[in-house]
């Protein structure tokens, strides 16, 4: 670790958070965005990155976190459109999922003799 690098105190950053719905960005040295994630709890949801024994990559997320970015909502649906909108908007190293520029799946019923229901990412509405 450099001198000029500090690293992330997230026992004070846990105290200064909310039990509201929300989405976090954590940041890099740089200021890079390294993983944006939603949350119905933002203290309990980004507080477990810190306490569990997680995977390799979720550690190596960690290691390189510097700092968090928190924006509230109302709800966990309003998180959920938010979240989708700043991966695309900033593809995050550690979001492997959403990446590619997908939207949400729909579920479709085909008005047929039989109708079938499938799963599709494009809307069409009738």
């Known amino acids: 670790m450099s001198k000029t690098e500090h690293p992330f105190d997230h026992q004070a950053f846990l105290a200064t958070l909310t039990n509201r719905p929300g989405v976090y960005r954590m940041m890099s040295q740089a200021g890079d965005v ?49 979240e989708n909108n700043l991966i695309k908007a900033h593809q995050p190293r550690y979001n492997i999922l959403l990446k590619d520029d997908k939207t949400f799946p729909y579920i479709c019923i085909l008005n047929e003799r039989f109708p079938r229901i499938i799963s599709t990412r494009k809307f069409r509405p009738s």
């Open 34 to 82: 390294l993983y944006v994630g939603k949350a119905k709890d933002l203290k309990r949801r980004v507080g477990s990155y810190f306490t569990r024994a997680a995977n390799a990559r979720i550690q190596s997320m960690v290691s390189q976190i510097r700092g968090i970015e928190v924006t509230v909502t109302h709800t966990e649906a309003e998180a959920l459109i938010l």
